[in-house]
């Protein structure tokens, strides 16, 4: 894994990945199987929701994207490079090349918002720079950048703790788009939000993938969301994938199939207003 | 009052108490060895108030104030021993109980360290006083020296038990963006435990503050010494404004501290970032 694998343009905006998966199945230490031969190939540039109840193996499925869960069997091939087959440092570098934001934000509570963007050049940066806190003054503009791109930047000196959910959230994104990602991962992005926010932060990972033209990869249950905001939907069943198409076009059939039980109000987040 | 047949109440058979039974029998037989072996004087049992009264009344109804310049020197070397060890102590069981932290440093050097932790922990501060002494002579430095080594074993637990109990999600996300384990600790669980650390470490001051006195008392130094001494002498009067002074100023510090202890784990405003 080099620097130059991912084409760096001088606006920030790398080049995306394309994610393939080929008969990847996950089985936990303790025995549960969360995922069991999923494959799919997502195209770089594509902005795919998976669908899912919790316990379907959403959240594992994204994260042997990026390697926090290693694939039990199978190959995962991101942008060319298979996951599955690095290790330390290597991983790691690949790691800085693929965005991550999560349901409970996962920002460090008590230091600044500008040292929390930071983190994301963290696989960029030689670690005893990142330890000692000696940032660089590129990095310290591109993180300002990022915290503007989603209107985050009068928080630069803010404790990250002392921020709203959506604001968390927003910082988080901040810290993915200052890794300059080829891939964008998230996990329930939505799920600890108000309607208002949730619209406001899937809007903001619409746009990311619009206008950076970045591969966006969004674990989220809820039905309207989905079919809002992303274009192909894959729905995850007890570790399979049971739906695979269009999102907009996704019939309440096809998510009762995927839920395995009739709709219910909390499968839809409502409108923003 | 009226009676009214009530139906019979089916209850439920009682679980065995045979082990709370059992228990007892243990407690009550180890009060029974412990009473025979300590060959205690009965008789006399019936004067110890009298003579604690009459001492008290020896110390505390005209302490002899002559001393209190020299009784304050001394005290102000107990509370630098104290100070002294607490940050030895501090600095060398931050790093090492982190890496006695799971998830931070490899199995085999966890290991070691938590067994190190455990050692020094089974040993009290005024035998490695003692050993101490006999290696470096009678000094307010010893005492400061041993309130360091003995304290590492319980603030290097306290240490790798608070970064354990550190949220996980912030580490995730460092992991996510390509951190490597130390950038992980630094960024992630560092800034989840240090006001707990912080915390600890002033309280680790609070508890030398108190074992200093009784360090002084092997001779170490401090105001321990000087009480020792007067004790020697039987000079009551000055040993009663000793004791006034001991516990004035533990618990002036313990106030003091304590009151910075809660506006750290309570938060306040950030720490401005400077750069």
């Known amino acids: 894994m080099t620097e130059a694998a991912s084409t760096t343009q001088p606006d920030g905006v790398a080049t995306p990945w394309s994610i393939t998966l080929e008969d990847v199945s996950v089985t936990y230490p303790n025995g549960t199987r969360a995922l069991r031969g999923v494959s799919a190939h997502i195209e770089a540039g594509e902005m795919v929701s998976i669908v899912g109840l ?21 190959r995962v091939v991101v942008g ?16 800085g090349h693929i965005g991550m934001i999560f349901q409970s934000f996962n920002l460090a509570d008590r230091t600044s918002v500008l040292n929390n963007v930071l983190v994301g050049r963290f696989a960029h940066t030689p670690s005893y720079r990142t330890l000692l806190g000696l940032t660089s003054a590129a990095d310290k503009e591109l993180a300002l950048r990022c915290l503007d791109s989603v209107g985050m930047l009068e ?26 990602p080829s891939v964008m991962l998230a996990d329930e992005p939505v799920a600890s939000l108000d309607p208002p926010t949730a619209h406001a932060v899937m809007g903001d990972l619409a746009r990311i993938n619009a206008e950076r033209d970045l591969t966006v990869l969004i674990n989220i249950h809820m039905m309207d969301l989905a079919r809002q905001y992303s274009r192909r939907m894959i729905g995850l069943r007890d570790g399979e994938i049971v739906y695979d198409g269009p999102a907009a076009s996704a019939t309440d059939a096809d998510f009762e199939q995927i839920y395995d039980r009739p709709i219910q109000s909390r499968d839809r987040m409502g409108s923003a207003l | 009052m009226t009676t009214t ?8 058979t009682r679980p ?67 100070w002294l060890g607490a940050i ?35 040993v ?33 637990k306290w240490v790798y038990e608070t970064i354990e109990s550190a949220q996980e999600g912030a580490s995730e996300a460092v992991r996510a963006a390509g951190g490597n ?8 669980l560092w800034p989840a435990a240090a006001p707990a650390l912080m915390s600890f470490a002033l309280y680790r001051f609070e508890i030398n503050i108190r074992t200093s006195a009784v360090l002084g008392l092997v001779g170490a130094g401090g105001i321990g010494t000087m009480l020792s001494n007067y004790t020697n002498y039987r000079e009551w009067d000055t040993v009663g404004m000793l004791l006034i002074v001991v516990v004035a100023v533990t618990m002036v510090f313990d106030l003091v501290s304590g009151s910075i202890r809660r506006r750290i784990m309570e938060g306040g405003r950030a720490r401005a970032v400077d750069r």
């Open chain 2, 181 to 188: 384990t130390a950038e992980v600790t630094r960024w992630a």
């Open chain 1, 54 to 74: 919790s316990g379907s193996g959403k959240s594992t499925l994204i994260r042997t994207i990026n390697g926090l869960v290693p694939a039990t069997s199978g």
């Open chain 1, 80 to 95: 060319g490079h298979e996951v599955t087959g690095l290790r330390g440092r290597a991983l790691r570098q690949l790691r």
């Open chain 1, 155 to 180: 928080k630069v000196w803010a404790r990250a703790g002392a921020l709203s959910g959506g604001q968390k959230q927003r910082v988080a994104i901040a810290r993915a788009l200052c890794q300059q």
């Open chain 2, 88 to 122: 030895g102590c501090v600095v060398v069981s931050i790093p090492l109980g982190m890496l006695a932290a799971r998830g931070v440093g490899p199995a085999w050097l966890r290991f070691v360290l938590r067994r190190s932790f455990a050692v020094i922990r089974a």
């Open chain 2, 16 to 82: 065995s108490r045979l082990r709370e039974t059992i228990a007892a029998v243990l407690v009550g037989a180890v009060v029974l060895v412990s009473i025979i072996g300590l060959d205690i004087p009965w008789t006399e049992l019936s004067d110890i108030p009298g003579r604690v009264a009459e001492y008290l009344r020896l110390m505390f109804a005209e302490p002899s104030w002559e001393k209190l310049p020299r009784a304050l020197f001394e005290t102000w070397r107990s509370v630098s021993m104290a």
């Open chain 2, 5 to 12: 047949t009530l139906p019979d109440l089916t209850l439920p």
């Open chain 2, 124 to 156: 009290p501060e005024v035998i490695i006083a003692l050993v101490l002494l006999t290696v470096t002579g009678l000094t307010p430095f010893t005492g400061a020296l041993a309130l360091g080594i003995a304290g590492i074993g319980t603030q290097g």
